[in-house]
């Protein structure tokens, strides 16, 4: 069982920054993904990025690479995700999940993922 916890969401200008955390706990591993997705109203659910505990498998959404990056502090079991140069079009709930899975995953698709976060909301205004 993991908990993750997200913070650091807002309302920023376009082209600002944000950066958000998530915070793990329970059973980890440093086989286990973290991944980042967003959701805006009326959209399906999309990934953003992700990472493994151990630094691998490092994965962008296309319109978020040069912008967005995704790090990791192993001493704190959190997952960062730091966003500049924003656009109202990255407006959405952005979620942190994990996946557990021991197959050579994709890990852009949510059904990899086996726990989620709560969620939190950015919104980019123009």
């Known amino acids: 069982q993991v908990q993750l916890v997200e913070s650091g969401g807002g309302l920023v200008q376009a082209g600002g920054s944000l950066r958000l955390s998530c915070a793990a706990s329970g059973r980890t591993s440093m086989r286990d993904v973290m991944g980042w997705f967003r959701q805006a109203p009326g959209k399906e659910r999309e990934f953003v990025a992700a990472?493994?505990?151990?630094?691998?498998?490092?994965n962008y959404l296309d319109s978020a690479k040069g912008r967005f990056t995704i790090s990791k502090d192993n001493a704190k079991t959190t997952v960062n995700l730091q966003m500049n140069s924003l656009k109202p079009e990255d407006t959405a709930v952005y979620y942190c999940a994990t996946s557990q899975q021991r197959y050579y995953i994709n890990t852009a698709d949510q059904i990899a993922y086996d726990y989620w976060g709560q969620g939190t909301q950015v919104t980019v205004s123009s």
């Open positions: 990472i493994m505990w151990s630094g691998g498998r490092i």
